[in-house]
């Protein structure tokens, strides 16, 4: 059984800084892009950033450009995102996700098949 499981969210300052890491177990992440949601209060989930099977490849929104990074540890089974300079906007519970379809990075929310259950990333002063 594939499971995905978040950490490192929290509360942190306007301008501050967080680096959010999901563990996959039950089988290797190598075969499989992998991305980040996110999802604030009466708000849809939206994509925020996906990397390839090897981590050459990465995309990120246009609202995150600059300021996160998406990266993966294939020996480690982690996908790590490192956030910057962190706006109130940023808020939001933060999921990582499996791209069931394969290697390649993918922004389409319907090709991800497996999910974590979030971790709460709340920037206010």
């Known amino acids: 059984q594939v499971r995905l499981v978040e950490s490192g969210g929290g509360l942190v300052q306007p301008g501050g800084s967080l680096t959010l890491s999901c563990a996959i177990s039950g089988g290797p992440i190598r075969p499989w892009a992998m991305a980040w949601f996110r999802q604030a209060p009466e708000k849809e989930r939206e994509y925020v950033a996906s990397i390839d099977w090897s981590g050459g490849a990465t995309y990120l929104a246009d609202s995150v450009k600059g300021r996160f990074t998406i990266s993966r540890d294939n020996t480690q089974n982690t996908v790590y995102l490192q956030m910057k300079s962190l706006k109130p906007e940023d808020t939001a519970i933060y999921y990582c996700?499996?791209?069931?379809?394969?290697?390649?990075?993918?922004?389409?929310?319907?090709?991800?098949?497996?999910w974590g259950q979030g971790t709460q990333v709340t920037v206010s002063s």
């Open positions: 996700a499996r791209n069931g379809l394969g290697p390649l990075a993918s922004q389409n929310r319907q090709h991800y098949d497996y």
